[in-house]
């Protein structure tokens, strides 16, 4: 997950694209307030893209997305200029991609972009580790480091020890995935992915993207991905750019998307979402209203259980640091042995999530006992808890807005 804080990779501004014989006239028209359909019905120009502003943060995985000729694929090839921009800026570690000659243009492609297609675009004749050199090879890499460079990002994608196959002996995913390895290669500092997964089969893309999250978790790379598919957006996505027309309607998280939908083509884009499976636990997080500190006694604990009406009391360490779960009944037991610390009493037995965690996994793990789950940071801090009431209201509420 990233965040504003990032750096900027990549900043858009005011960029449009027109496609026919006149640009300038549709863009004219456009300001003037026209739609994309009453300007091609007055001149039969296409307004593919119009005034699109975002940024792409470092190490976000930005997924762009809309229904077939909303505009995403004229996007994603505008930023590498495969497609003339008609006005705006792409701005790439301050250099401004419309404005490059074509030297320049080819500099930074090579330098900055790799792309990933839905077609697999391999070369039949060649074996996986050469398909994968393709790149570094036409831009005249010594061969041994373009064989090191690409057995290693074979390797990043599961494909070890496949070197020495044709592409016709791989399954769908498996080509995919050296296509991924051919762009990981060229060790450029954006990946584009056009597409990419929605040629493979349900179980395959499922498969497929949850390895492009595991990789992303890995290299943190910089990713704008192309998709027509809420799910897979939902799914992936740091952030989604929603469009349509050639506009963009909304950029958000996808916890953004769902929540706070921008209006109502978002909200009819989004009806039958599965919120349990987008929602998260900081959703349903409620702050802890006590907790025993590691050097409290079973009277201590005993008296802050019932101040607050608990029968049960996390345990943490000075720093927040969760440490165990003490029952009323076993502190009880406790203070009549005449014990003085709660070392002896306190479990594990209790469901620890971290803040991420899709609400659709909570409700297993909700004991009999009624425990409610912790929710701690990557240093098991302890951020807030979750009861199951909670879960069921979060829900509920989301499917009311």
Wanted: with cysteine; proline share 4%; glycine share 8%.
């Amino acid at each position: 997950m990233t965040d504003d804080t990032q750096p900027v990779k990549i900043k858009v501004r005011s960029l449009s694209k027109v496609f026919g014989s006149n640009p300038k006239k549709g863009l004219e028209l456009r300001d003037q307030g026209l739609k994309r359909p009453e300007i091609f019905e007055k001149t039969g120009l296409t307004l593919g893209l119009s005034d699109i502003n975002f940024d792409v943060h470092e190490g976000e995985l930005l997924v762009i997305m809309g229904l077939s000729g909303s505009g995403k694929s004229t996007l994603i090839r505008c930023l590498n200029r495969l497609i003339e921009p008609t006005e705006g800026e792409i701005v790439i570690d301050d250099e401004d991609i419309p404005k490059l000659n074509d030297k320049e243009l080819l500099e930074c492609r090579r330098r900055h972009f790799s792309m990933v297609f839905q077609n697999f675009a391999l070369f039949p004749h060649r074996t996986v580790q050469q398909n994968a050199e393709y790149g570094l090879e036409i831009r005249g890499v010594d061969k041994a480091e373009r064989s090191e460079k690409a057995r290693n990002s074979l390797k990043q994608v599961g494909l070890d020890g496949w070197e020495n196959a044709y592409p016709n002996q791989l399954s769908g995913g498996m080509q995919q995935r050296v296509g991924l390895a051919r762009a990981l290669a060229n060790d450029s500092s954006v990946l584009l992915m056009d597409e990419a997964f929605s040629a493979l089969d349900p179980l395959i893309r499922k498969d497929m993207q949850q390895e492009l999250l595991e990789l992303q978790h890995r290299m943190k790379k910089t990713t704008v991905f192309i998709t027509h598919d809420l799910d897979e957006a939902l799914n992936i996505g740091d952030r989604i750019i929603l469009l349509k027309d050639g506009e963009i309607v909304q950029i958000g998280t996808p916890e953004q998307i769902l929540t706070q939908p921008a209006d109502e083509y978002v909200e009819r884009f989004i009806e039958g979402v599965d919120m349990s499976r987008i929602l998260t636990a900081r959703n349903a997080m409620r702050p802890v209203r006590a907790t025993a500190r590691e050097d409290d006694g079973p009277r201590t604990a005993l008296r802050k259980m019932s101040e607050n009406g608990l029968d049960s009391i996390y345990v943490t360490s000075r720093d927040r640091k969760l440490l165990g779960l003490v029952e009323a009944d076993a502190a009880d037991q406790a203070s009549k042995e005449g014990k003085q610390d709660l070392t002896s009493v306190w479990h594990q037995d209790f469901a620890c999530v971290g803040p991420d965690e899709p609400l659709h996994n909570l409700f297993a793990m909700f004991s009999d006992k009624g425990f409610p789950i912790a929710v701690v940071d990557e240093e098991r801090r302890l951020l807030g808890v979750v009861v199951k009431g909670a879960v069921l209201a979060e829900l509920a509420e989301s499917g009311e807005n």
